[in-house]
């Protein structure tokens, strides 16, 4: 790789990239300086600012990180709505905290959505998010037990330690590239209690392939396979500026082992796209809201257009969001969130604290 190229790196995941944690006064000063522009309250379940603070997970046989965002005004004797938001690939929570719950509460105190609970936890592998590390997709794996931690122990204790609204209408699943993929995920599972799901550039079908076995090339209904061989750990799933590639063992190498007999049958069964059919996935059962781009650096726009076919073909409604000119970076997630926030509050409204 050129000079040039290594230099780039930092660029290509600029909008990934989380802030450092650190147990100390500077952390605490982070911290301080975030809150201090919120009308709102972070409650720090964390290491990262005076101290660890961090939740014991069983599932994941450690200490893990978690936030959790509660309205300006709070009245812990109101019912609130409540948000579970999963961060992006090579992010940890931190995420939430710099870029996404100053954009809820500015939501909130104009009036665009109810005042609400939001939970950010940790679903890095290592628990910091990193450039070079893989995801967790929030699913249960050979990584660790993702998704009991998520939809088990961060949902129980956010739900018997605040006051969260009981009706699964009330309830969203939401994120952000790996993240709101694995919103959609756990969402078509767990929508005895979950009602709304959107996602900001989620994969949505991780076997997407066209007709010739090739993964980046545009979708197209009539030249359409799907794939079976996870053996090739090079091959490119990314491309950045053109040189710059992400090849798929760094994707999702932690979670699915490539020599794994049963590999096929795992990533099936967590598989948005198939997973609205093997799960019988109904309309009305979901409100479903997707939002990305068509210049995506990931070819995610292939995937996405390729569940909204199927999604469709089943009867299935889902709001769409596509902006020709979007990437897969912190400016498309941002210009798509006024429209997810117009599409979120009317049916978060009936549920607002008080009625």
Same mark, same amino acid.
């Not at 979950?194 to 979708?219: A, E, K, Q």
């Given at each position: 790789?050129?000079?040039?190229?290594?230099?780039?790196?930092?660029?290509?995941?600029?909008?990934?990239?989380? &802030?450092?944690?650190?147990?100390?006064?500077?952390?605490a000063?982070?911290l301080?300086?975030?809150?201090?522009?919120?009308?709102?309250?972070?409650? *720090?379940y964390?290491?990262?600012?005076?101290?660890?603070?961090?939740?014991?997970?069983?599932?994941?046989?450690?200490?893990?990180?978690l936030?959790?965002?509660?309205p300006?005004?709070? *009245?812990?004797n109101?019912?609130? /709505?409540?948000?579970?938001?999963?961060?992006?690939?090579?992010?940890?929570?931190?995420?939430?905290?710099?870029?996404v719950?100053?954009?809820? !509460?500015?939501?909130?105190?104009?009036?665009a959505?109810?005042?609400m609970?939001?939970?950010? /936890?940790?679903?890095?592998?290592?628990?910091?998010?990193?450039?070079t590390?893989?995801?967790?997709? %929030?699913?249960?794996?050979?990584?660790?037990r993702?998704?009991?931690?998520?939809?088990?122990?961060?949902?129980?204790?956010?739900?018997?330690?605040?006051?969260? #609204?009981?009706?699964?209408?009330?309830?969203?699943?939401?994120?952000?590239?790996?993240?709101?993929?694995?919103?959609?995920?756990?969402?078509?599972?767990?929508?005895?209690?979950?009602?709304?799901?959107?996602? $900001?550039?989620?994969?949505?079908?991780?076997?997407?392939l066209?007709?010739?076995?090739?993964?980046?090339?545009?979708?197209?209904? !009539?030249?359409?396979?799907?794939?079976?061989?996870?053996?090739?750990?090079?091959?490119?799933?990314?491309?950045f500026?053109?040189v710059?590639?992400i090849?798929?063992? &760094?994707?999702?190498?932690?979670v699915? @082992?490539?020599?794994?007999?049963?590999i096929?049958?795992k990533?099936? #069964?967590e598989?948005?796209?198939?997973? $609205?059919?093997?799960? @019988?996935?109904?309309?009305?059962?979901?409100?479903?809201?997707?939002?990305?781009?068509?210049? @995506?650096?990931?070819?995610?726009?292939?995937?996405?257009?390729?569940?909204?076919?199927?999604?469709?073909?089943?009867?299935?409604t889902?709001?769409?969001? %596509? *902006?020709?000119?979007?990437?897969?970076d912190?400016?498309?997630?941002?210009?798509l969130?006024?429209?997810?926030i117009?599409?979120?509050?009317?049916?978060?409204? /009936?549920?607002? /604290?008080?009625?």
């Amino acid at each position: 790789m050129t000079i040039a190229r290594w230099l780039a790196v930092p660029l290509l995941l600029c909008f990934l990239l989380p &802030r450092p944690a650190a147990a100390s006064w500077w952390g605490a000063h982070k911290l301080h300086r975030v809150t201090s522009q919120l009308q709102g309250t972070i409650v *720090d379940y964390t290491h990262n600012h005076d101290g660890d603070h961090r939740l014991w997970s069983n599932a994941l046989c450690q200490k893990r990180d978690l936030y959790v965002y509660l309205p300006p005004c709070f *009245d812990p004797n109101q019912q609130y /709505p409540f948000m579970l938001w999963l961060h992006g690939f090579a992010q940890d929570e931190q995420s939430f905290l710099y870029d996404v719950a100053p954009q809820l !509460e500015k939501a909130i105190l104009c009036g665009a959505l109810p005042p609400m609970i939001v939970a950010a /936890p940790d679903g890095s592998l290592s628990g910091e998010g990193h450039y070079t590390s893989a995801g967790s997709f %929030f699913v249960n794996s050979d990584a660790g037990r993702f998704e009991d931690y998520t939809m088990g122990e961060v949902w129980n204790f956010v739900v018997q330690n605040f006051p969260v #609204r009981t009706e699964r209408e009330a309830h969203v699943l939401a994120g952000v590239s790996m993240g709101g993929g694995a919103a959609y995920n756990l969402a078509i599972k767990y929508r005895d209690r979950i009602g709304t799901v959107f996602g $900001i550039f989620p994969p949505l079908n991780t076997r997407w392939l066209d007709c010739h076995g090739r993964y980046m090339s545009n979708f197209d209904p !009539e030249c359409w396979g799907w794939r079976t061989d996870f053996s090739r750990r090079f091959e490119v799933v990314g491309r950045f500026y053109g040189v710059i590639t992400i090849r798929v063992h &760094r994707v999702i190498g932690a979670v699915y @082992d490539r020599k794994d007999p049963d590999i096929l049958a795992k990533v099936i #069964r967590e598989n948005p796209a198939e997973m $609205i059919t093997n799960l @019988d996935l109904k309309d009305g059962e979901l409100a479903m809201y997707v939002g990305y781009g068509g210049r @995506d650096q990931f070819n995610l726009d292939a995937q996405i257009q390729s569940f909204l076919y199927l999604a469709r073909c089943r009867g299935l409604t889902i709001t769409e969001d %596509f *902006d020709p000119r979007g990437k897969h970076d912190k400016a498309t997630a941002m210009k798509l969130m006024p429209n997810i926030i117009a599409w979120l509050g009317p049916r978060l409204a /009936p549920y607002a /604290p008080g009625r």
